[in-house]
């Protein structure tokens, strides 16, 4: 069995937010970046980019119950904004390797993973990052994180790649033979639900469950073969959606218990997600497709541009942002928020 720096990088098979990721067009505001002033010479360290914002961007989050936004992707872009999206600054990262995800438990402690396993933190809200944890050997990527507080928390990767923290980031422990995954499946999504339950999804239909924070991991009977690429929970404490290829989606109320068909209305593969007012959800994905699961009944939508979305995060101003390949963009306010947006 491999774990950190076993795991061997094995070819040919996709992994989230490299092959998935495809251009993301222009949207109803023009989005500005600006550079942080001290200069990218450090060769470990990201270049600061006027153009950071218009770059790759793999995954965007609400820096706690905060009023920034952070987001991360290519080449160790991290970028921030206080005006709810309008306007971006890049900020210095000690690492050039691409961005995966990005999870803020506070309003001030955050971490971010990627390539080469590579795990940032920062304690006041995103100006400033440590690197705290990479494995250059084992060559794979970390695909998500999801701290259930300060101080513990998850990042999951490719082929079965799992490290835990109990201590807010200064050690990292093995995880990977705690959990069936004979096959080395890649880990895409991991998060915790209302009750506490912890989910985990992959590729292959694999879906977990943890009912002790993570000490142990059950492998759930699953709904579908394809690969799930998100987890969102639902407002009722054991719900949640599992979403991935080609438009499948599931959801369940019982922590995981069984898995009901959520009819999407598309055959377009899904990302990511985020809440919106109220019990209601968006889950964007490829051609430029938004599902917004809402009352009085679901809707969905595409761009116009058939551009590819990847994340989304709701602003302080109850707007949403959306990130993907040619960067970050703002969603209007007002309903419905997704239709207008799909027209422009």
């Not at 306007?87 to 995800?101: C, F, G, I, K």
């Not at 968006?282 to 917004?292: M, Y």
């Amino acid at each position: 069995m491999r774990g950190p720096s076993g795991v061997r990088a094995l070819p040919g098979r996709a992994l989230k937010g490299i092959t998935a990721a495809v251009a993301l067009a222009s949207s109803l505001h023009t989005v500005s970046v600006q550079a942080n002033p001290i200069a990218a010479v450090n060769s470990d360290h990201a270049v600061l980019s006027e153009k950071a914002s218009s770059s790759l961007l793999l995954d965007i989050t609400r820096a706690g119950n905060g009023q920034r936004l952070v987001a991360v992707g290519d080449r160790g872009h991290v970028l921030i904004s206080d005006n709810n999206g309008y306007d971006w600054r890049q900020v210095s990262v000690p690492s050039r390797q691409m961005l995966t995800a990005v999870s803020f438990p506070t309003a001030t402690t955050g971490f971010a993973v990627g390539h080469d396993a590579v795990i940032l933190k920062s304690t006041d809200g995103g100006e400033s990052w440590t690197k705290v944890y990479d494995d250059l050997d084992a060559e794979v990527p970390l695909l998500d994180i999801m701290m259930m507080d300060e101080q513990t928390g998850f990042a999951v990767g490719a082929y079965g790649y799992i490290v835990r923290t109990e201590d807010g980031g200064e050690t990292w422990d093995d995880w990977f033979d705690m959990i069936e995954n004979e096959d080395e499946f890649h880990y895409n999504a991991i998060t915790q639900i209302g009750d506490g339950t912890l989910l985990l999804a992959g590729e292959a239909g694999l879906l977990y469950r943890s009912l002790d924070g993570g000490e142990t991991w059950e492998l759930l009977e699953s709904p579908y073969e394809g690969s799930f690429f998100g987890i969102i929970p639902s407002s009722d404490p054991g719900s949640a959606i599992v979403f991935g290829l080609r438009g499948n989606a599931f959801k369940t109320v019982d922590a995981g218990e069984s898995w009901g068909e959520v009819d999407t209305g598309t055959d377009q593969t899904l990302f990511g997600a985020v809440h919106i007012d109220g019990n209601g959800q968006v889950i964007v994905g490829s051609s430029g497709t938004l599902f917004e699961m809402s009352d009085p009944e679901p809707q969905i939508h595409s761009r116009s541009d058939r551009a590819t979305l990847l994340s989304a995060s709701k602003a302080p101003d109850n707007s949403l942002v959306v990130v993907g390949e040619t960067g970050v963009h703002r969603m209007p306010v007002g309903k419905p928020a997704v239709a207008t947006l799909s027209e422009q």
